[in-house]
């Protein structure tokens, strides 16, 4: 299983930017799917995730500005970031709990890529 990551970059305060994360490999079923991220010198944490029925949980800072889906037809997961703030730059990670053909359910993780916010 792989997953694979897109959409990271660079903004100004106040832009947006949308975040994919594709999940490969011989899926029997993608469970709870979702985004953490890391900044430098602090621990990794969770932004939001989504079940695969579509129950969505926000850390609190981003409530109201990032929105979190799934296409479970296509194992994937999208975050949509607006007004963005420079203190949601960091390194954000595609997270799933996948179960496979030839095993139970596992966590997996992605790559990472880059979020800069500037002010």
């Known amino acids: 299983v792989q997953l694979v990551e897109s959409g990271g970059g660079s903004v100004q305060a106040g832009g947006s930017l949308r975040l994919s994360c594709a999940a490969t490999g011989t899926i029997s079923a993608c469970n709870d799917m979702g985004w953490y991220r890391q900044a430098p010198g602090k621990q990794r944490e969770l932004v939001a995730t989504?079940?695969?029925?579509?129950?969505?949980t926000y850390r609190d800072s981003v409530k109201g500005r990032f929105t979190i889906s799934r296409d479970n037809a296509k194992n994937t997961v999208h975050l949509q970031m607006n007004r963005l703030k420079p203190e949601d730059t960091a390194v954000y990670y595609c997270n799933a709990d996948i179960t496979t053909f030839d095993s139970d359910a596992n966590i997996y993780w992605g790559q990472g890529t880059q979020v800069t916010v500037s002010s």
């Open positions: 989504m079940s695969y029925e579509g129950r969505a």
